[in-house]
């Protein structure tokens, strides 16, 4: 979902983005690329970095996961009416805030 928004990241931003060690994100790229889902590319400007970019096949599946996504967000809130969505919603907000901290 990160590359979807900025095709192109290195490892390092990636980590950062998703609060993880890069041996974490490096696993993970692993598993993507085996997959057929991002390709790793050396960065330009920098020998040490590793540039990230999807590959057509993961850029297929966007519309995909935006779809179970949503479907997941209805799902996880339904019954709830707006206010207390709203206030879940804000309830989370300061927990992520907390643990950022």
């Known amino acids: 979902m990160e590359l979807w928004q900025g095709d192109g990241r290195t490892q390092a931003e990636l980590a950062e983005e998703l609060a993880v060690e890069p041996p974490t ?7 993507m690329e085996a997959a ?7 960065h330009p400007d920098d020998r040490r970095a590793q540039r990230v970019f999807l590959t057509a096949r993961g850029k297929r599946l966007q519309q995909k996961v935006d779809r179970l996504w949503a479907q997941l967000a209805s799902r996880s809130v339904a019954g709830l009416s707006d206010r207390q969505q709203s206030t879940l919603r804000s ?5 992520t805030e907390n643990l950022s901290a």
């Open 25 to 31: 994100i490096t696993k993970m790229l692993q598993r």
């Open 91 to 95: 309830m989370l907000g300061t927990v």
């Open 36 to 42: 057929g889902l991002v390709q790793r590319k050396p």
